[in-house]
């Protein structure tokens, strides 16, 4: 897949799906901003005027209660004393809804039958008021009976159309309508710069995995800030840390590796084509060279063991673990090696503490005894001698291996573990020697929770190798 066909449509980005998350909030809020405030003052303001209009119906409809009941004449001379107060119109109607005064120029209504609703709740002996908002003014409405002593003689009816008071309110809706563009001008614009910000450090990791995984583990990310994203960059860079150590050494091991496989095939093959070429050789040299053959090809053998090893350790299988005696291992690793001792006039020196057991497994135990003092024998100088201990110190089990071979200098001490390292290569190969044994001892150990450390000898030449191990005081085997 290349990198276009990699790279994520605008309309599913992340980028525009936080500026859209901005966006969509802030016109919640700017729509609640605009409806709410207008809504309420307008409730507000009908409360207020059906209030105010039915109070002066009810006043309009006090001085008309009188004994004589209602007639038009008068009706018009209270109302002449009343004035209209300011108001739209002032009907007043008799118990079955004529009309005997009407406030609007020319009398249009008087002498006809009133068919408002307000006033039919009226005329039931009902205080009604209705309130509207048509054309950007109020229009309130308000009709009380006139009742007099219990008796309904008629009802009264006001009307009030503010205009005024309407154009206040469209203004100040126009106003937050303004405001609410600007906001949302500027939400825009910075929803689209924040979340450019947010996603660009986004895409800057993304672009830097892609140049890791090309193989640049050197690259890093700069880290910024103190947020969630700072600390991935963080993590980021402390991870292509561990994979350019990590292709460092597997580089290197690659190269050991192939050039310690190299040199013996390189032998057999011209020890092989140096018999095929020689017809006359004699079948003493020919025994000869077929005998150094057999010796690089298990050279080989225990190469590519020893690399097996090390790839079933890396690999961390799971293995079932038990309680192991480890005096008894190493018992067993000194019957093995006493003929191999014997050969090189090494001598063999056992100090074991019965009863102490480690949570492992027999090989695994047996491997790092059996390398340790095989390396002790084959460095060692004739004459010399391998001492094996094994001791209870505190929560953990060690077994120290001791030995008088040619030691180790100070500044190797660290590099030993190291694979294919060798102190001294010439000696390593003529004795048979890999360069992964103590990579093994390693491995192995730290598999099962142990450590293993190398120094040189106190009071003359030659190295001590100590692992230990927690000690385990539990019986039977544990998976």
Known sequence: MDEKSKKVPLWRSLQLKYASTYIVLIAAVLILFNTYPVLASQDLTFQ??????????LVISSALATPDGLTEKGVGRVMEVLGDAG???????????????????GQGAMG?????????????????????????????RAAVPVTYRGMTLGAVYVDELDAEQGAMLLGTQGTLRSFSLVIAAITVVLSVLFSKALTSRIAQLLGAMRVVRQGEYSHKVPVRGRDELALLAGEFNDLTDRLQATEEVRRRFVSDASHELKTPLASIRLLTDSILQNENMDADTVQDFVGDIGEEAGRLQRITEDLLALTRLDAGAQVKTEAVDVSAVVERCDHMLRPLARAAEIQVELDLTPGLFVLATRDDLYQIVFNLVENGIKYNLPGGWVSITTRREGPSVTITVEDTGVG??????????????????????????????LSIVQDTAHRHGGEVTAQRREGGEGTRFTVAFPAYAGEGVEG
């Open 112 to 140: 006809k039958y009133a068919l408002l609703s307000e006033l039919s709740g009226a005329l039931r002996g009902y205080d009604n008021s209705r309130s509207d908002f048509p054309g950007g003014a109020f229009h309130s």
């Open 87 to 105: 108001l739209s119109r002032v009907l007043v109607t008799d118990p079955s809804g004529l009309v005997l005064y009407d406030s609007r120029p």
């Open 48 to 57: 207020s005027k059906q209030a105010a209009l039915t109070s002066q119906a």
């Open 408 to 437: 180790i200098p100070q500044e190797d001490l660290d590099k030993v573990f190291d694979r294919f390292y060798r102190v001294d290569k010439a000696r390593s190969r003529a004795a048979g020697g890999t360069g992964l044994g």
